[in-house]
């Protein structure tokens, strides 16, 4: 592999956003024009697949197997640890997982020059259906034309001191967004940061049994994200899913229910034309759980 590259960015021809070089920072994405929460920024095929964990002779082996366009726009992207092996460099700093927990990894060329923020005001998700692969990065929250796009490389909800462990020895950079420059002032607000992770662990544990503290840890959950995290639509149509099985258990059925439909509303935003595949989820909790005489009226919100 040929490690050297005129930097030359390809015109993304998009009307949503453009890609700039900011100094000292290397290349950025930025909103063209104002965008609502929901819209879909940009999607991508992968340029390449890959296993995680590919040791450099299999990278070499899948990129060796590329056609030589492909293979130009991976030699542009950056590498952050220069000193190993280009191509395990630039898989290293740019792959993103295919999926929640998924042992693949891909990488991408403009969503590879969305920079980090601890605060996203974007975030990506991977879409595998209709014989289709791509990964669609979606406006977390409205974003004013000229903003820089920004998305969470990480783990959002840790301590400032954790995200910046993290951020350090995998890419070899110090955030300095505002939330680390609040959080280094603010030790109070950076463990209720960091809290938000341990909610979503106690509200998913159904193996305990399922108590009012569910529902609490979910309301505090849900006003800290409209609060302190520009009331995420990622964050909370996570939240409210989360909470369906504990209503049903807790035999809450018109808080089931009202979740549930917060949960279908912001799905839709989420997923558009892929949503049926997860609306299964929401509509199986409360087909199963919830009692026929509650659920009056609510097939109109699964169509």
């Known amino acids: 592999m040929h490690s050297s590259i ?5 015109d993304p021809q998009s009307d949503l956003f453009v890609i700039k070089l900011i100094p000292g920072k290397g290349y950025g994405m930025f909103a063209k024009r104002d965008l609502q929460c929901g819209t879909i920024i940009v999607c991508e095929k992968p340029l390449m697949k890959f296993p995680d964990g590919s040791p450099p002779w299999l990278l070499e082996a899948i990129y060796d197997k590329l056609d030589s366009e492909t293979q130009r726009r991976i030699r542009f992207l950056s590498a952050s640890k220069p000193w190993k092996h280009p191509l395990d460099s630039i ?17 991408f060329y403009y969503i590879s020059m969305v920079n980090h923020s601890c605060e996203s005001n974007t975030f ?6 209709n014989n289709k692969q791509e990964m669609k990065l979606i406006a977390d929250r409205r974003i004013k034309a000229g903003e820089e796009l920004v998305c969470s490389y990480i783990e959002r909800f840790q301590t400032r001191q954790r ?24 030790k109070e607000l950076d463990e209720q940061y960091a809290s938000l992770s341990k909610n979503y662990d106690y509200i998913m544990d159904f193996e305990s049994k399922v108590s009012e ?40 059925w018109e808080d089931a229910l009202k979740y549930a439909k ?3 509303f912001l799905g839709r935003m989420i997923y558009d034309d892929d949503y049926e595949r997860y609306l299964i989820t929401v509509k199986d909790i409360i087909m199963a759980k919830v009692p ?12």
């Open 6 to 10: 005129d930097r030359v960015i390809d």
């Open 163 to 186: 995200r910046h462990e993290f951020l350090q020895y995998t890419w070899l950079f110090k955030c300095q967004c505002h939330v680390c420059e609040q959080h280094e002032k603010d």
């Open 262 to 264: 917060k949960a279908i």
């Open 91 to 107: 898989c290293e700093t740019n792959s993103i997982p295919l999926a929640h927990g998924s042992e693949e990894k891909g990488v």
């Open 213 to 252: 503290e569910h529902i609490k840890r979910f309301l505090k959950s849900v006003k800290f994200v409209q609060e302190h995290y520009h009331n995420s639509l990622i964050q909370m149509f996570l939240l409210h899913l989360c909470i369906l099985l504990p209503c049903c258990m807790l035999k809450k």
């Open 292 to 303: 026929m005489k509650h659920r009056t009226g609510f097939d109109k919100y699964l169509v």
């Open 124 to 129: 990506w998700i991977w879409f595998d259906y």
